[in-house]
């Protein structure tokens, strides 16, 4: 990979986390509708989008090969994704930035803990010690406030069962995606008509200017995951992994100076402890992306039977 195209890499992986830290705005100004009307809204105007690009990049035929399985696992992670959207917006709605922000920064760790619960994967000591270290963060927001963070942690697990669901079936992402989405279009539709037969203010009723800022919630749904699929082709995932944490730090400083939402000062214990834990993931990170590399340099290095050499001598037996 020549050092334009990593450069280009990085400068979509930024963009991507950048514009996924900043979308609390967005949903901000839309909160004149209730999260499931915005996220029906999302769904509608995504699907016109990610249909685009299909269409684009002649992918239609990958659509009409995907079998009842993949099919049924699509519906699955559809359904994570949208109770993941749901509560997104609800939480931004009730004054919660922060608490998303906590959720977003929790969700490596969940992906790590899943890894080892359903994919027999092995906990390496750094991994358990960041394990450790969020479950005291936790377990202080709990203490400290008498109440589980439950909007945060469920952004956390819903979003790394969906990548668990995502990594089974390994499909494009804008297949995937649109696939996702169309499956849940007709409750979407349902909902919004139901919407408009019971209200007249309804998002679909006239208000155009109300609709057009909804319909943005189809650009800012795809356009950070077309820059993160992007990246994805040019970096490799250690590296990206470095970037990770742009999204919910951004988040929140959006709510900490934007929308001036307090911290309290248990919660920056809190916070301590989940830095804590992914700086000790992100420190492990570089050594076990060198090891990996050069285990499949090992594999891909040809025997001495497939370079035409002769093979090695065979030891002789002592007598």
């Not at 998002?203 to 919630?217: D, K, N, P, R």
Request: proline content about 5%; aromatic content about 10%.
């Amino acid at each position: 990979m020549s050092a334009s195209e990593q450069r280009a890499g990085v400068l979509a992986v930024v963009s991507a986390y950048s514009v996924w830290g900043v979308t609390p705005i967005y949903y901000k100004w839309v909160e004149f509708a209730g999260p499931l009307e915005v996220s029906a809204h999302r769904i509608v105007w995504a699907l016109l989008i990610l249909m685009g690009l299909v269409a684009l990049r002649r992918q239609w035929r990958g659509v009409r090969a995907l079998s009842a399985t993949e099919l049924g696992w699509l519906a699955v992670s559809g359904a994570l994704l949208f109770t993941n959207w749901l509560v997104f917006v609800w939480a931004l709605q009730n004054g919660r930035i922060v608490e998303t922000s906590l959720g977003y920064y929790i969700n490596p760790l969940i992906t790590v803990a899943l890894g080892v619960v359903f994919l027999g994967e092995r906990l390496r000591w750094p991994q358990t010690v960041a394990l450790v270290l969020a479950g005291a963060g936790v377990v202080n927001e709990v203490v400290a406030f008498g109440a589980l963070p439950w909007a945060g942690l469920t952004l956390a697990i819903t979003f790394g069962f969906y990548g668990l669901v995502r990594k089974r079936i390994r499909i494009d992402s804008a297949v995937g995606l649109g696939v996702e989405t169309g499956l849940a279009l007709p409750v979407a539709l349902a909902y919004l008509a139901w919407q408009a037969a019971r209200s007249e203010g309804s998002m679909i009723a006239g208000l155009g200017g109300e609709v057009a800022l909804l319909a943005l919630g189809g650009l800012v749904t795809v356009i950070p995951l077309v820059l993160f699929a992007a990246a994805a082709n040019r970096l490799s995932l250690v590296v990206i992994g470095f970037f990770q944490f742009l999204a919910p730090t951004l988040t929140l400083l959006v709510a900490a100076f934007y929308y001036r939402q307090p911290i309290a000062d248990g919660q920056w214990l809190t916070f301590g402890c989940i830095w804590a834990a992914l700086g000790t993931l992100s420190a492990e990170s570089p050594h076990q992306g060198w090891r990996l590399r050069r285990h499949l340099v090992r594999l891909s290095e040809p025997s001495a039977g497939e370079r035409g050499g002769p093979p090695p001598p065979r030891r002789q037996a002592k007598a």
